[in-house]
């Protein structure tokens, strides 16, 4: 009787496999296979529980950090003169600020709310901002910044929207099961840039059934990262 159950579970399977479509999500960094995914996520699959927007809270902090530390070395580098009085001083702790700085939302109230809040208030920044197509400024830096009051308050946990604007490098290979129509889907979100590339192959076999491309028109004018010279539609 055991191993009746078990031949019945695996031929289960495999018809599961058989109707099953696999998609390969592959693009150039930053095309938005990422936020694809968890937009799928959320309209066919089990979307986002109270702890994983939890644990999104810090992520998006140090996004914020790094857009602003973008926005002022654009300053210098775009040879944009402060329009008042110049904030060099106050803004050295975010020019400081990298990937290893240590960020929650006690830290980030104390040390960088209101410089940031402040500087985006900042007509100079408004103008480098302006330009954002000549820096590499994550496109959700003007959302972040306008919503900077309720996403900075320690007691507000985020929401959805906010998560689908987090920027994260996909490092890895990230897979998604769900059911639409009543078809499985299995999509698999392979990383973007240039050193994450050669893995691309390693998701190709006989189970994948189509593969979706993406390119960001948004980007037309900009530069990939790893070069700042070639174009992120090439």
Not at 19 to 42: D, H, N, P, W
């Amino acid at each position: 009787l055991e191993s009746k159950k078990i031949d019945d579970d695996l031929r289960r399977e495999q018809q599961t496999l058989r109707k099953q479509v696999k998609v390969l999500l592959l693009g150039a960094g930053e095309s938005g296979k990422s936020t694809f995914l968890k937009q799928m996520r959320i309209i066919h699959g089990p979307g986002y529980e109270a702890d994983d927007l939890t644990r999104c809270k810090v992520p998006i902090l140090h996004n914020i950090v790094r857009n602003m530390k973008t926005l002022l070395q654009g300053r210098l580098l775009l040879d944009v003169s402060w329009h008042g009085e110049p904030l060099d001083e106050e803004s050295q702790i975010i020019i400081d600020y990298n990937a290893k700085t240590e960020l929650d939302p006690q830290v980030f109230q104390e040390c960088y709310y209101f410089l940031i809040k402040q500087l985006w208030a900042e007509s100079t920044i408004r103008e480098v901002f302006d330009r954002r197509r000549e820096l590499q400024l994550n496109d959700n830096a003007e959302y972040f910044f306008d919503n900077l009051d309720r996403l900075s308050d320690p007691n507000v946990n985020p929401v959805q929207q906010d998560l689908l604007r987090l920027r994260k490098k996909t490092t890895g290979i990230k897979e998604e099961i769900f059911q639409i129509k009543k078809v499985p889907f299995h999509m698999v979100d392979v990383g973007g840039q240039r050193l994450q590339r050669h893995k691309w192959f390693k998701c190709f076999d006989q189970s994948v059934t189509s593969v979706l491309f993406f390119v960001a028109s948004s980007a037309y004018d900009q530069v990939i990262v790893e070069d700042k010279r070639t174009p992120r539609l090439e």
